[in-house]
């Protein structure tokens, strides 16, 4: 079952994602939350596998409300999901890589909705790739403050090869393919480059190889 706390300050937009989810089998709507405080304060107490964050609440927006949440070390199992009304709003490139796992525009059909959850949930691929990547492939060239030049160094000539491969798009299992490996061993590649970056999941991943230099902007034509 996939936990998930709505947060989102208008009512109608929380019963419509909570009559989509709750139709399903594999997916609980544990908690409503009105405001990006309250939704830090949920998320501490349900512990929720999934939090579809909207940006732009009262009190505390949700850009604020998701670092809160990625900070603390108690909900390292949650994943955030950002909600917004533009697909290429500078504030989510920042959300990206302050931790969020993905974005959804809010007009996304059930369909992709429920895929984005199970997909995140699962941690297995980055959360909308074409429109993820094009997000960051627009932000990332203002850039300011790059990561150490000296961080790629800590991986090995085939890790620098998944994580390539990771920005561009691909699951586990396409890596496994590409490389000719098992699925287990793309795997365990993908946890050893996060565990060495020390980054939460695929999202940031991404971010992390544009911010270097390993993928260029341009790659996706």
Do not use: C
């Not at 947060?7 to 989509?20: E, H, M, N």
């Not at 850009?63 to 949440?69: G, P, S, V």
């Not at 009304?85 to 989510?92: G, V, W």
């Amino acid at each position: 079952m996939i936990r998930v706390l709505l947060a989102d300050d208008q009512t109608l937009v929380r019963a419509g994602f909570r009559s989509i989810l709750e139709a399903e089998d594999d997916v609980q709507v544990v908690a409503e939350a009105r405001d990006g405080a309250e939704a830090v304060a949920l998320a501490s107490a349900e512990r929720p596998d999934i939090v579809l964050m909207d940006i732009r609440m009262p009190v505390l927006d949700g850009l604020e409300a998701t670092r809160r949440i990625i900070a603390d070390p108690r909900l390292s199992s949650v994943r955030v999901i950002i909600l917004t009304t533009f697909d290429l709003d500078e504030h989510i490139y920042g959300a990206i890589k302050g931790g969020a796992s993905g974005f959804l525009l809010k007009d996304t059909e059930p369909t992709e909705l429920l895929h984005a959850i199970r997909v995140v949930a699962r941690g297995d691929a980055l959360l909308a790739p074409a429109i993820t990547r094009r997000l960051i492939a627009e932000f990332a060239g203002r850039i300011t403050d790059p990561p150490p030049a000296g961080e790629l160094d800590a991986l090995t000539g085939r890790e620098r090869e998944v994580l390539d491969l990771v920005a561009r798009g691909l699951s586990n299992e396409d890596i496994a393919a590409r490389l000719v490996i098992s699925h287990a061993t793309a795997k365990t590649h993908v946890s050893r480059v996060l565990a060495k970056l020390g980054v939460r999941d695929r999202a940031q991943l991404v971010v992390f190889a544009y911010e270097t230099g390993l993928v260029k902007p341009g790659w996706l034509g």
